[in-house]
């Protein structure tokens, strides 16, 4: 069981390592099956199953996990995006090599070649990550690598399990959201419900444009992981003293499908500085989870009344 941040990191190191040699040594077989058409296609096969169902997954999952804690804590966002770039030229690369269908002649030559080069940009991608992230992760006092660690491997195992389902590309983002709800709630029951909760925030975040519809089953997700019922939670810890003259947006007779746009037009139209207070019939504390996915360290959140008919937060943006 990995419990420092040291073995998390180490943990980290292996994985990559073992991601490197898979692809390294599939795509060493390709070359030495230059020539031999049906050897060539068994081994072009076996690097693109590797990497369907381990490098992207690991991919995948870094992308919310590792991914995001060095943007926030390290604020390394341009070299995050150039590391993602990298996943999409992956992936780019992996579709060509999987439409090749006849192995012969000049395509030989052109399959080898993807193959190298896709094994190439992996290994620097890979070094890069580990010198310009994961040791900087080690180092910051203010990242808890164990959980970090903990986190993505819950997504990977996600993503493991989406990539190796029937028809896994049809519906692929319907099929994500269904697996992502299905490991959040093994890990509330385990006890990890804010782990939970944050993991399904984050997907809310992702989904909630072009999928509405995906969007409220994590937001229905969101609020069995927070209820108190559940939870055995008393009063929120940031509970403050009395209420202020301060603008209000009661939400207790909206609509359910347009609160959550209400609530966050209302945040984005504050001055920095400024607050308002949410008046709604139940803890909304699902919603504290889904401002920490969409407005990290840019908001403010103290509750004012805790039920249990009225719940009164007062929310404001700092900056």
Not at 32 to 49: F, K, M
Not at 53 to 66: D, N, R, Y
Not at 150 to 159: D, H, I, N, W
Not at 271 to 289: E, M, T
């Amino acid at each position: 069981m990995i419990e420092t941040e040291e073995e998390a990191y180490q943990a980290m190191l292996r994985h990559h390592h073992g991601l490197v040699d898979g692809v390294k040594s599939r795509s060493f077989a390709i070359g030495a099956s230059l020539g031999s058409q049906e050897s060539l296609g068994t081994r072009v096969a076996d690097l693109v199953n590797f990497m369907e169902l381990e490098v992207i997954p690991h991919a995948e999952a870094e992308e919310h996990s590792i991914y995001q804690v060095a943007v926030e804590v390290l604020e390394l966002g341009e070299l995050i995006g150039s590391m993602i770039d990298e996943h999409r030229q992956l992936q780019g690369q992996l579709e060509a090599l999987k439409a090749v269908k006849d192995f012969n002649g000049d395509i030989e030559v052109a399959v080898v070649d993807a193959a190298k080069r896709i094994s190439e940009l992996f290994s620097r991608h890979v070094i890069d990550e580990n010198e310009e992230i994961l040791g900087r992760l080690l180092s910051n006092p203010d990242v808890d690598l164990v959980e970090v660690l903990r986190e993505m491997e819950q997504l990977f195992g996600a993503a493991q399990l989406l990539a190796r389902s029937p028809g896994a590309h049809l519906d692929r983002e319907k099929n994500l959201v269904s697996v992502i709800i299905e490991f959040a709630e093994q890990l509330a029951q385990l006890g990890y419900r804010d782990l939970a909760s944050k993991g399904t925030a984050t997907a809310w975040s992702i989904v909630k444009d072009d999928h509405p519809n995906l969007a409220n089953r994590l937001t229905a997700a969101l609020h069995r992981f927070t209820s108190s019922a559940e939870t055995g939670l008393n009063a929120p810890e940031d509970l403050v003293g009395p209420m202020n003259e301060e603008p209000e947006l009661d939400v207790r007779e909206m609509p359910a499908q347009i609160r959550h746009s209400s609530i966050f037009n209302t945040f984005r139209s504050l001055k920095p500085g400024s607050v308002f207070v949410l008046i709604n019939d139940h803890d909304p504390k699902p919603l504290k989870y889904q401002f920490e996915a969409e407005h990290s360290g840019e908001f403010s959140w103290k509750y004012l009344t805790t039920g249990p008919e009225v719940w009164r937060v007062q929310i404001g943006k700092v900056k």
